[in-house]
């Protein structure tokens, strides 16, 4: 969905996902520290008098942002707001509805308030940037839900193309010609890992997957 425009300036993007749990659990999920640190960035809540209000996403060293929460109205609906320098400020709102049957919507409303034009690419990349994540969150909820989670990143260098890089990581790992619910299983040599893909996007500038594992390295 494009950018929304209304009269008043206010300019907003909406996101909307299906995801597996009660609404508590969900909320656990989407309105915690831990939670929260289990599918996107590590993250902690500063309350005040026994009520949140605000909290600190550590997107690495220099990196930690800080947001007010303007709303708290648990399980369902929660909202935020921060600034940055040179740019209105950007407000989230998060609402939960449970659909029944162990099913949510995650609804993730996000928006400014400006008088032209120059910052909806800002709403629609925070829009894109998020996808990954929420990807995460579905895996979450569905295998681990009320599990915590490390954050974990490896680099290494490559002489070569992004293209030829990424043939040569998949093969190793044993996802060569990657299809959406294919069992991983590696070479000799490389790390034990061993799941179900769960979820593929494939960019010129960018390839993510994710895949699903039970505890205790058997596979699912």
């Known amino acids: 969905m494009s950018t929304k425009k209304e009269a008043n300036g206010r300019r907003s993007v909406q996101i909307e996902f299906e995801v ?3 609404p508590e659990e969900v ?20 309350e005040r008098d026994g009520k949140p209000v605000s909290m600190k996403l550590n997107f690495g060293p220099g990196m930690e942002i800080r947001t007010d929460l303007t709303a708290w109205e648990p399980p369902m609906m929660f909202a ?7 740019s209105p400020p950007i407000a989230n709102e998060w609402i939960v509805e449970a659909r029944g049957e162990g099913v949510c919507v995650i ?17 629609e990349s925070a829009k894109t940037g998020l996808a990954s994540f929420l990807s995460i969150l579905q895996i979450y909820l569905k295998h681990f839900r009320g599990q ?21 990581l998949t093969m190793a790992l044993g ?21 179900v893909v769960e979820y593929l996007t494939l960019k010129t500038s960018a390839r ?7 505890p205790g390295n058997a596979p699912i």
Do not use: C
Request: hydrophobic content about 40%; proline content about 6%; glycine content about 10%.
């Open 20 to 22: 597996h749990g009660t």
């Open 27 to 46: 909320w656990k999920a989407i309105a915690t520290g831990p939670g929260i640190s289990s599918w996107f960035v590590p993250t902690e809540f500063e």
């Open 80 to 86: 935020t707001e921060a600034g940055h320098p040179g």
């Open 107 to 123: 609804r993730i409303v996000q928006s400014l308030f400006a008088s032209t034009d120059d910052w909806d690419d800002q709403l």
């Open 148 to 168: 915590n989670s490390t954050v974990m990143k490896w680099m290494a260098p490559f002489a070569g193309t992004d293209a030829k890089a990424w043939e040569t």
């Open 175 to 195: 996802l060569k010609d990657l299809v959406v619910g294919r069992r991983m299983s590696p070479t000799a040599g490389v790390p034990s890992l061993r799941g």
């Open 208 to 214: 993510h997957t994710a895949y699903s594992r039970k």
